[in-house]
């Protein structure tokens, strides 16, 4: 989480004590919605846990990859700016599924920052089928990959991610091209600094504001339209891999990344599950 998450997590805070009754809700973790086989989470979590689509979502993501850096290399003449990927960390090249896990053996059915703050030092991430294999390809042909990633864990934030990269053995995982924004989650400027010395063949990653800002709206409908927008880009500039578990989907719902865990927002998730629904003939 960065810090405007949590400062936006503390003012709703706030605004649940000044509002008395809702003051409770704040922090309901395990509350009755939260428990057993009424976890709101089981089957996003199960599907990353277990479904080999979710898996082959990822190879067929880098298969792609593959095949645009490919034809980027045939197009390339003398005198161009050398080629450069850019990806984001989380969910697009390293895998958080066991986090997942233990958040459903808790019985948590939201993010917790706390946790994850907690189990990043441990490296027990995986890197994504088919990351490696797309990275070290790149690195083969003399294309360079810079890691842009928001991320606040305090002070050893940017050692940890080193750490995380280096644990599965990534290449290019040195201070020039890994970039963690501990206060913001814009990435465009990192992207902009990169795209003036590179020509950026691809962005990867697992949320539409690694591609770019203009998707970073609350409203589920104007950021799907803004994303209609760019239709083109998908699969050609941008590779998208799959998130059910967290992301800006969730803010567009919430207007926070990582809404509290209370029942209003369990209530506002099932009406978002059910934003459209069939209304039976009487
Ligand atoms: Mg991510």
């Not at 080629?83 to 599924?97: E, F, G, K, R, Y």
């Not at 991610?161 to 644990?167: I, P, Q, T, V």
């Not at 998707?215 to 339209?225: I, P, T």
């Amino acid at each position: 989480m960065n810090k405007l998450s949590r400062a936006a997590i503390a003012a709703l805070c706030a605004l649940s004590v000044g509002y008395g009754a809702q003051a409770a809700e704040a922090d309901n973790r395990n509350g009755p919605s939260g428990n057993g086989g009424n976890n709101l989470l089981i089957a996003a979590a199960a599907w990353k846990q277990t479904a080999a689509e979710y898996r082959a979502l990822y190879h067929q993501a880098f298969n792609l990859a593959r095949m645009r850096l490919d034809q980027a290399l045939a197009a390339r003449k003398p005198g161009d700016k050398p080629l450069a990927v850019i990806t984001d960390i989380d969910d697009t090249v390293l895998n958080a599924v066991n986090y997942w896990g233990y958040l459903i053996q808790k019985d948590r059915d939201f993010f917790d920052d706390a946790i994850w703050d907690k189990w990043i030092p441990e490296n027990k991430l995986t890197a994504t089928p088919g990351a490696l294999d797309f990275f070290n390809y790149a690195k083969s042909q003399g294309v360079e990959v810079f890691y842009v990633s928001s991320r606040d864990q305090g002070d050893k934030t940017y050692e940890y991610a080193l750490g995380n990269l280096r644990a599965v053995g990534f290449p290019y995982v040195d201070e020039k091209h890994v970039t963690i924004l501990r206060d913001s989650s814009n990435k465009e400027p990192r992207q902009k600094e990169i795209a003036a010395q590179y020509e950026v063949v691809l962005l990867l990653g697992d949320n539409l504001n690694d591609f770019q800002r203009k998707y970073y709206v609350k409203n589920v409908d104007e950021r799907a339209r803004l994303m209609e927008e760019d239709r083109e880009l998908f699969g050609r500039k941008f590779i998208l891999m799959p998130n059910p578990t967290d992301g800006h989907w969730m803010r567009a719902i919430f207007g926070d990344s990582e809404p509290p865990a209370t029942d209003r927002n369990r209530e506002i998730f099932k009406k978002a599950a059910s934003k459209s629904a069939w209304r039976p003939a009487p």
